[in-house]
């Protein structure tokens, strides 16, 4: 798979490791490479910053990270929001009003009816002999945001039904995680992000939990 880093360079990954293009700095926005590291006859698994591996143009000096410790960071982020599951909920129940909201703006069925109208003008002034190009413009223009309004609508039900099934989750689950779950990885998160003194998990959901490590 190719993803654009943040200093616009297209990148090829392979997307077989659940960390996969999803761990990044929170400096620069790069990402980190998955890296087989022996360190003084020490072997072990890092996630290390991609322009210590190569040239990126960026100057940044994010640290490696050993890959049981993402692994536990991820563990924690899960229990932390399994150990506060009403304020999670809550703010779970706000990040759906928010997706709502957003998309209210810019209502299907209002884009219709404004079309409806100018189609109806353009044909008037058309019948009349009258100049017409701004209407159509304006028509050309409703249609490309009908067109992106539908792909939105989608979207936004994606991500709704992703706050939903996270809050069944949370609902159901009466334990805590004893171990990493590389599922629930795939299943629930977005993005981790490394910081000099703590790693940011991000939910699909819209959730940040910040653990420090």
């Not at 999803?22 to 360190?39: D, K, P, T």
């Not at 939105?152 to 171990?179: F, G, M, V």
């Amino acid at each position: 798979m190719v993803k654009t880093s943040a200093n616009g360079k297209k990148r090829s990954y392979s997307c077989n490791h659940c960390f996969s293009q999803i761990v990044i700095c929170g400096e620069c926005g790069e990402m980190f490479r998955r890296l087989h590291w022996n360190n003084r006859g020490v072997k072990s698994i890092v996630w290390r910053y991609i322009s210590r591996l190569e040239s990126t143009g960026l100057e940044c000096h994010a640290r490696t990270i050993n890959e049981l410790l993402l692994q536990d960071v991820v563990v924690k982020a899960i229990n932390q929001m399994l150990g506060d599951k009403s304020s999670y909920q809550a703010q779970l129940q706000l990040n759906i009003a928010t997706v709502i909201r957003a998309s209210q703006a810019t209502a299907i069925d209002s884009i219709d009816e404004k079309l409806m109208a100018l189609q109806q003008e353009l044909i008037q002034k058309a019948n009349s002999k009258e100049g017409y190009d701004e209407i159509a413009d304006e028509i050309f223009r409703l249609r490309e945001l009908r067109q992106k309004t539908t792909v939105d609508t989608a979207a936004r039900d994606e991500q709704i039904k992703r706050i939903n099934d996270l809050q069944d989750y949370i609902s159901q689950q009466t334990t805590y995680l004893k171990e990493f779950d590389e599922a629930l990885v795939r299943r629930w998160v977005k993005q981790i992000t490394i910081w000099d003194d703590h790693i940011t998990v991000e939910l699909k959901s819209g959730l940040k939990i910040d653990i420090k490590g």
